[in-house]
């Protein structure tokens, strides 16, 4: 007999919300027993023939003692949506599952934090530190002890060099490079192919090969009224 799989609520029901559906089915030891949104978003009252609820009620349905939860959003608003879940989540009481494809390699000294997905072909080196909330798409390198910060998300084939730190709530684009030693700052948003060569300060743009930052904050670019440095 199988062993018995541990009990597991996505909290999205987009097309993360169906891709982490696939993954964790196919490649973890959870079961995915319900998908859940915020009342507001509840347009549909199924997802792969499993129930759609509404996240104000959740715990209701699903207890806390009973199922983990995993908050399978993107970087929508530069990440505040999927930590604002995360921490509403938590007070609710759930445990946040974290997800490691079985084809990633992850040194075994590496940390990694609640609710995040590390897709395939990701390499995680010696003493890396990743935060919670922290999603890296396929392809990634993340160079010996580098930190990534909380609610971070990583688009495919990042090359993060060795003793490197990453803010929380960045967004790095497709192919986006740093070299060793590089402290990036929270909130930064580095487009597509963006060569890191120096620090970067919280809240900018940065893009070109060296990457220099744009006129436009982060906040402007994701609509953050409020939160310019």
Same mark, same amino acid.
């Given at each position: 007999?199988?062993?018995?799989? /541990? /009990?597991?609520?996505?909290?999205?029901? &987009?097309?993360?919300?169906?891709?982490?559906?696939?993954?964790?089915?196919?490649?973890? #030891?959870?079961?995915?027993?319900?998908?859940?949104?915020?009342?507001?978003?509840? #347009?549909?009252? @199924?997802?792969?023939?499993?129930?759609?609820?509404?996240?104000?009620?959740?715990? @209701?349905?699903?207890? !806390? /003692?009973?199922? #983990?939860?995993?908050?399978?959003?993107?970087?929508?608003?530069? !990440? =505040?949506?999927?930590? =604002?879940?995360?921490? !509403?989540? =938590? /007070?609710?009481?759930?445990?946040?599952?974290?997800?490691?494809?079985?084809?990633?390699?992850?040194?075994?000294?590496?940390?990694?934090?609640?609710?995040?997905?590390?897709?395939?072909?990701?390499?995680?080196?010696?003493?890396?530190?990743?935060?919670?909330?922290?999603?890296?798409?396929? &392809?990634?390198?993340?160079?010996?002890?580098?930190?990534? &910060?909380?609610?971070?998300?990583?688009?495919?084939?990042?090359?993060?060099?060795?003793?490197?730190?990453? +803010?929380?709530?960045?967004?790095?684009?497709?192919?986006?490079?740093?070299? #060793?030693?590089?402290?990036?700052?929270?909130?930064?948003?580095?487009?597509?192919?963006?060569?890191?060569?120096?620090?970067?300060?919280?809240?900018?743009?940065?893009? +070109?090969?060296?990457?220099?930052?744009?006129?436009?904050?982060?906040?402007?670019?994701?609509?953050?009224? +409020?939160?310019? @440095?």
């Amino acid at each position: 007999m199988s062993p018995k799989k /541990k /009990k597991l609520v996505i909290i999205g029901a &987009g097309e993360f919300a169906e891709i982490a559906y696939e993954y964790f089915t196919y490649d973890s #030891d959870y079961e995915v027993h319900a998908f859940s949104v915020e009342r507001d978003y509840l #347009d549909k009252p @199924q997802l792969f023939n499993l129930p759609v609820t509404a996240f104000e009620e959740i715990e @209701q349905l699903y207890s !806390n /003692k009973e199922y #983990d939860a995993f908050v399978a959003v993107t970087s929508t608003r530069l !990440n =505040r949506v999927r930590a =604002r879940l995360f921490e !509403n989540a =938590r /007070k609710k009481g759930y445990s946040l599952a974290t997800y490691i494809s079985s084809k990633a390699f992850v040194w075994r000294n590496v940390k990694i934090g609640d609710n995040c997905f590390i897709f395939e072909s990701n390499v995680i080196q010696h003493n890396v530190e990743i935060g919670n909330n922290v999603v890296m798409w396929s &392809g990634n390198h993340i160079g010996h002890r580098s930190k990534v &910060g909380d609610n971070c998300f990583f688009s495919s084939h990042v090359v993060v060099s060795g003793y490197c730190e990453i +803010g929380d709530s960045s967004f790095l684009g497709v192919n986006s490079t740093f070299v #060793d030693r590089v402290r990036v700052g929270k909130d930064c948003l580095i487009g597509a192919g963006a060569v890191v060569t120096r620090d970067t300060e919280s809240g900018k743009i940065y893009t +070109g090969n060296p990457a220099v930052p744009s006129k436009v904050s982060s906040y402007m670019y994701f609509g953050l009224r +409020g939160e310019e @440095q």
